[in-house]
């Protein structure tokens, strides 16, 4: 990090003012025609999505691929790919922030807010994937009239139930503790413009801060202890998620390796779509280019390139363990998943997860734009075939052979899957227009950071 | 109870409410009291969708609560005796099936047929039941069976489809019209009721006719053949005592399958392939289709089917006897067209054959054999039989031979020259689809001759179309009738429901226009009544009338004190000749499927959804072709050809996919019959093509093709994805020698430990055993399953992506040479694991531990969440992908009332027939006693015909389940993963030469990579090495 204590973190020497200015007049303004573009394509999609969900519930789960013997599909595939994606907004804004890592703050709060929307797009999946979408809340333990009738607590599914709803919960209260100081700012600035129902809506969420210094000192308290709470979080939620699959005796999904293997991924597939969003961010705010710097994006793709290899060495130790462990089973479920059926979804795993990323060995490369924002969506690209390459290689082929099968899409499964960025994406565009996209409260220390005689 | 909202309610819930509009009528009726059966369908927006889709607006809507409408049971003022709400009444019944008798006990439940099962007094069959003899019932509740009388107004050439709907007044008056011009012909198909054909005699004597049988692949050549050979005409056919053989030879019959009586075949076939009751009774097969049969064999080879008499000669000519020498000297021509291997097998089953004199068994009567030479390599086998002193050893003539099967291919012609003579003014056609099983264009002109054609069936079929009246029949089981299966075994037929539709039988018809008063049911009596009056001092009843009652009891009338009594010898009289003809290019065999036989039951949806035995594929037939012939002519799985016969009159040609079977002999397509019907119905309408078009003078087999490439493909349902083991022990297999050494031979055990204490059973626990040895594969237990289970039918679609719901599913692996692979057949269910994977990944505890060592599925509490499936090692569990409850009426009456009908999204499987362990547990505690061993039979096990499932009390130390745990053939499938079925599976022996264990399988080491094949290789001292069979894969 010396070389960064050299350069500001915020570039185009702002004053606190115009730090206020920037990213209000985005909340205050009003939009582009662009983010009307932008948000009317992605609300298309967002509606596609909710018919062929409806479609899905209302005729049956039979309109998808899944079949026996791979009971799993896309809506399990794209649950682990989206809980992955949000792992990144709890990395950013909790574990940096312990870190005392200041370059944290450009990029926290759009990476949180990706957490609690990717999170959210998550939560629908494993809802639509059960036969009975309409009894899902059967899974939660609450008290009940059907006789002593409760929850199997041994079941990794059930441990899901609670991770997601731990984490969806706690980045929310996160996010939003973040967002009160910045909420005040626009409720006070909207009162000077005499803009009424601003005022009211952001004087409601600013829950009556004034900013003084006893609010301070209890935020920056409360903060730093929700901080403490989300950091295992980013362990146990993916650690919980790959559970579904180590748990069960099926041949390549019963690994030890797996929880380490599924933080290191979803931390991976988390950058990515933070990089993705914010080169976007970048493109269609150019204001943007002050706060998240091109050094901001060099960090990123530094935690990914790492976290690549991670993942790549998982999936060495997965082929190893399984030839040293003798089992012909597991022996068997490993070489077919790069020489079976399905070895075009593993060698897209393979290429778009490691070797890809090794570009960013290449100083040239990481701080170039266009670059880190292709790899970035192939990193994405490849991290949804690593939880296809586990979840339908190892279903289709297990012990005895007559039940071996194969899986293919439908239309619903790729319904089900390009929708979801619909969602994802029109809350996010939402998230951009209302709350201010970086915060506020937390840039203005860190402007003198690489100025002379700053702190 | 239709009504449920009150007008003049006070309270409104909304306005539609109030204005009370008919849409919203239709919408509060609904509301809450949708049975599983009026879900949402997939076309369309039903009720559910709606609620699913807006579920928080209709929230809004519905405030405030309906009460749920009353729904009064009506108990019933006289109750009929013996019928109590809720308790299954049985009935012994029987029906006959193409000349098939089943006898059998009808279960009912509150007056409607739901499962049929076997008599166990009818000696040599017992309680089992085939596929197609399970699927009698839901032929039943056929939707499309015809509900009233129907006229077709037929163009001259009888080819429109005009139907006018008519009554059975209307019909008799104008029948009795035409009948009185005289020339009233009848014909059938087998038929083993004395008392309908006695009637039918005296109806066509009396309208100055004939009366004619004729069967599609009947048994009349064959029987035809004995004549020649023992001078001595024959009415019945020989029954094979394979519970008395040590040697069969079969060359070209599916005796287990499709033959006549296989059903008693498989029976003492299972018998004396039980390896602890001494050494198996040893199958030699040489066939050019792929059958169950050769599937089962221990020694096959695949032979074309114009070598067949060539390779008898072969067997004769190795007898070295001069005067079988002499028999066959003007044949050996054709012995030198034998290839070095097929010489070598043919030399083997002589010296078999030798060895084993009046203990051997030779047939060649199955379709395979039906070719030009037919009669010839009949007489062939007849001397063989008679030369080996089998005759009135191991095969009957005389004390209980079938004579059901009283059909004659000669009747069909003299029928058409009574056609031609202008004879025939009115033609019956009953119990036999000639149309369809001789769909040619000759004949339909011949028979367009005919003024007035009455078809008796239960549909407007091939047949029907082309009759001017179809008058449907009674269902087998709405109507009285007597068979006689066996010589001297006879059996009853009672109605077990009144008739559904506007139905009468053929006899009451053929009564009412004769004249006379009496009825059917009369007839039938009177029939028993003078065999009671004959022979009932057999019977042990003082009166007819105890007789009687006696009789409907128990189903079956047995003059035979045994029915293994032996015979007198017989001795070969005839001689038999024939010239090897070269045989070049392909030629077509077609061979009744074990599914759906001659076609008759091809709307039942449970057949059509069976998989084949061999190829595993549903829905569809096809060419099966040999591995050989797809390569060498470019063919992959499921390619469309066109075929064309030709025959001296007309050609006929069909385009079917073809299917690579291993084990097929080069040159042969197979083709099965009884697909591609047409008005049949809406489940077999557009199923596959009629394979009857390209069989001329019954010859069925060696029929000279010739095929087209079509180019395109067609997809093929096959169920099962794999069919190698990869070298994994799932299937133990061993030779009777080796199992001598060692019973435990071909097993390679495994050391489990576990960190955990094991469930504790204290009262019952339930396993089953499944031995492979018996099993043949010929998957008469899924169909069982399905009726006692209420499993649903999902369709070529659903099962082509792998969602068929069958609880008990048969893999079968082939292993070796593809050329002629070894297969083996095993019937997997659910394991019900003491440590089950299933149980501990349901977030809901839908699948839970029972106390008796059963893993039960609680369906309402499963939300679908299908991680139970993916957890499954065994991959046993099915997932209601659909709402496939959702059954056509009358189907739904074929609904077991004591298994819940599953809605979608809710996952099942095999329960070891829970409700009937409760059901004989209840009874058993009413009288104070635990349930004995064998009292508690599952579906699967009753119908079972070579009794390789057993089920018991694992607790119980003298159950034969426990027994057969202790024998040191059991293994446990997947034993390593430790999950303690309670299923467990015993090791098939084969009666081979050959090594098949090998002798290291306990030095290996666990978890051996290299898994079984390496165990397998040939060894080099073994003599049978140059035989056919390729053992050794690499």
Redesign the interface.
Known sequence: MSDLLEKPLIEGDKTSQDVTEDISALVESAPHPKWFALLGSAKGLFLFYMIVV?II??????TMG???????GTDIVTFVFWVGIGHAGTLISAVLYLFRQKWRTSIARSAEAMTVIAVATAGIFPII????????F??FPYPNQRGP????F?????WD?FAISTYATVSIVFWYIGLVPDFATLRDRAKKDGRNIRHKVYGALSLGWRGATRHWSHYEMTYLLLAGLSTPLVLSVHSIVSF?FA????PGWHTTIFPPYFVAGAIFSGFAMVVTLMTLIRIAVPVFKDYVTINHMELMNKVIMTTGMLVGYAYASEFFIAWY?????E??AFVNRAFGPYWWAYWTMITCNVVIPQLFWVRRLRRSIPVMFVISIFVNIGMWFERYVITVTS?H??????????FDLTFYDFGALVGSFGMFFTLFLLYIKFVPAVSIAEVKPVLGVGKEGGH | MSKTINENKKYWKSLDQWTNSDEFKDLAEKEFMSSPLSEESQEGWARRDFLKLMGASLALGSFGCVRRPAQKIVPFVNRPVGLVHGIANHYASSLVEAGEVYSLVVKTREGRPIKLEGNDLFPSVGEALSARGQAQLLSLYDPDRLKAPLQNLLNEERNNRDTVKTDWSKVDGELSKKLSQGGAYVLSGDNPSKASRDLITRFVSKFGGKYYKWSCAGFSKFKDSFGDAYGVKSESLPRYKVEDAEFIFSLGTDFLNEAYGSLALSKSWGKRRDPSAGEPVRLYQVESTMTLTGTNADERLPLASSKYLSFLCAVISNFKDSSSYARAASLFSGIKSLSPEELEFARSVSDELKKKRGKSIVMSFGHDSQNKDFLEIQKATHFINSYLGNDGKTIDYTKAPYVSYNSDSKDLKSLINDINANRVKTLFIYDTNLFYNHPHKALKEIFNKVKTVVYIGDRNDETGMRAHYVLPDHHALEKWNEFESLKNIFTVAQPTISPLYDTRAFEDSLLQWMGEKSTWYDLVKETWKSRYQSYGSLSGYSTFDEFWIGLLQKGVLSLNSSVDQTSPVRSFVGSFKGVYKKSDGPTLSVYKSSALADGRLSNVSWLQEMPDPVTKIVWDNYFSISVEYAKEMKLSEGDLVEVKVSNSSEDYSISLPVHIQPGQELNTFSLAMGYGRVGGGKVCEGVGKNACALVFDEQHADVKLNVKKLGTNYTLANVQGHHSMEGRAIVNEASFKEYKKDPSAGIHRHKVISLWSKHKYPGHKWGMSVDLSTCTGCTACVVACQAENNIPVVGKKLALEGREMHWIRIDRYFEGDPKNPRTVHQPVMCQHCDNAPCETVCPVLATVHGSEGTNDMVYNRCVGTRYCSNNCPYKVRRFNWFNYSKIESPLKMALNPEVTVRSRGVMEKCTFCIQKINDVKSKAKLKDRKPFDGEIKTACQQTCPTNAISFGDMNDPESEVSKRFKDKRTYVLLEEINVGPAVRYMTKIINTDKVIAGDSHHAKPHGDAEGENSHKKPSPHNKDNTSHEGEAHS
């Open positions: 409806g519930i209302a005729t049956g789960m039979g899944v079949n026996h013997p791979v009971g799993w994937h059960t036969g009975r979408p309409w009894l899902a059967w899974l009738l409760w929850v199997n041994r079941s990794p599914l059930l139930v579904d748990v069960a005796q099926l462990s003798g089992s012909k089973y022996g068997y279903l082929r297990d012990f005895l052979p007559a039940n071996w099968g194969i």
